[in-house]
């Protein structure tokens, strides 16, 4: 069972330049997110879904755009990068038919933009 | 908002010693969920463990234990016979129950043990 998965691990962007990062899960969660973290902080959410077809911000969402085509996949686009958005990046996922619907997270992703 | 606060940045703990985190939260809901998650020097999230608000009893997992105190809004996670291993950032989590499709974060706490 592979949980969730992120890629890639690593990029370095330069400014202006676009990317996707990609998340897939296998576990069959309706919720899907995206968060971001700077050095020695906590976690932001910038966009999550409830389910196929349905995304809606979070506190960070600008500069960012996602969409949710299949359940198990939720990938992040990053549009004209800049040094802001220099973070790792956490996808997660929940069931929110279960107690507690704990979140599950992939590895991260290390962003650094130049 | 609901909010989740770690007011200890840093702890350390002596190996084979007794740790307490702290955590409080701000919430107006009755039902609703708490979580510990681990986040090690390889940056991996990982749940330590969960407790549901409607359960008065502690919710326990081997050496990591919670106090979770209802009406002080209040969820401290103790770690017992402290490892080398278990040197990482905790991050309290709160998700309320039902509808709650939001986890609220707290600012996490460094934890160092010391051999």
């Known amino acids: 069972n592979a949980g969730v998965t992120q890629t890639p691990k690593f990029r370095i962007l330069k400014i202006g330049q676009s990317m996707t990062l990609q998340c897939a899960q296998d576990m069959n969660h309706n919720y899907m997110y995206w968060y971001r973290q700077d050095p020695g902080m906590g976690l932001k959410l910038i966009y999550y879904?409830?389910?196929?077809?349905?995304?809606d911000k979070g506190e960070v969402p600008n500069g960012y755009n996602v969409s949710r085509s299949t359940t198990e996949d939720f990938p992040l686009r990053l549009e004209l990068a800049a040094p802001s958005q220099t973070s790792v990046y956490f996808c997660?996922?929940?069931?929110?038919?279960?107690?507690?619907?704990?979140?599950?997270f992939g590895e991260g992703s290390r962003l650094t933009v130049l | 908002a609901q909010t989740v606060t770690q007011s200890q940045p840093e702890m350390s703990v002596q190996e084979a010693e007794t740790v307490t985190l702290s955590c409080t939260y701000d919430?107006?809901?009755?039902?609703?969920?708490l979580f510990w998650y681990k986040q090690p020097p390889s940056r991996q999230m990982i749940l330590v463990i969960r407790q549901e608000a409607y359960k008065q009893q502690n919710a326990t997992e081997n050496r990591f234990s919670v106090n979770f105190q209802k009406a002080a809004k209040s969820f401290s996670l103790k770690i017992s016979d402290s490892q080398l291993g278990d040197a990482a950032m905790y991050f309290c989590a709160y998700r309320k129950a039902n509808t709650g499709n939001q986890f609220y974060f707290g600012t996490g706490t460094s934890l160092t043990v010391i051999p």
């Open positions: 879904s409830v389910g196929a077809g349905i995304t």
């Open positions: 919430t107006s809901e009755s039902d609703y969920y």
């Open positions: 997660a996922s929940s069931y929110s038919h279960s107690r507690p619907g704990e979140l599950f």
